[in-house]
């Protein structure tokens, strides 16, 4: 990761996204933090990326860049409590975390566009929109549509 964040096309993309299993904030996040801490994400990181969408925890989840507020389906949490493994604060991105099998909503369609802006759209299987979001060239969210299912939580450090 080191050397590609160096490489032209790293620099010259329009947007950059990552796909992974894990995600910054997540207790297994050691393995993320030794892959891309201090490059992506953490005090002195140094490549820009757009968008982090990963799985795991089998719970829909988007976070609000630079901070330690996110948007979760509260029935999931244990004790009204979300907690991050890195300080969320030090994640300038946006995370989605798309939900799984055996859990609800069950399975989670997460539509990504790019055009002039990246739309993220979520979807839950009766078709009803979860989350809808868009994030411009600078990596900020423009706009943020989560429905009612979705409330905003604060991330434990």
């Known amino acids: 990761l080191a050397e590609y964040v160096k490489s032209d096309e790293f620099k010259t993309a329009e947007y950059r996204i990552v796909f992974s299993h894990a995600f910054p904030h997540i207790a297994m ?13 953490g005090k002195n990181a140094y490549a820009k990326i757009h968008l982090w969408m990963s799985g ?11 901070s330690d507020e996110c948007f979760i389906i509260p029935k999931r949490l244990k004790g009204n409590k ?14 989605v975390v798309s939900d799984g099998p055996n859990l609800f909503p069950k399975s ?28 411009g060239k600078d ?4 706009k943020s549509e989560p429905s009612e299912k979705l409330k905003k939580f604060r991330m434990e450090f």
């Open 29 to 41: 996040a050691g393995s993320v933090e030794r892959i891309a801490g201090g490059i992506l994400f």
């Open 56 to 66: 795991h925890t089998h719970r829909y989840q988007r976070t609000v860049p630079g």
């Open 82 to 95: 979300l907690f991050s493994a890195v300080d969320p604060k030090l994640v300038p991105f946006t995370v």
């Open 108 to 135: 989670t369609g997460i539509r990504v566009d790019c055009g002039d802006t990246i739309r993220v759209s979520a979807c839950i299987p009766d078709g009803s929109l979860l989350d809808r979001f868009e994030i």
């Open 139 to 142: 990596g900020q969210v423009l």
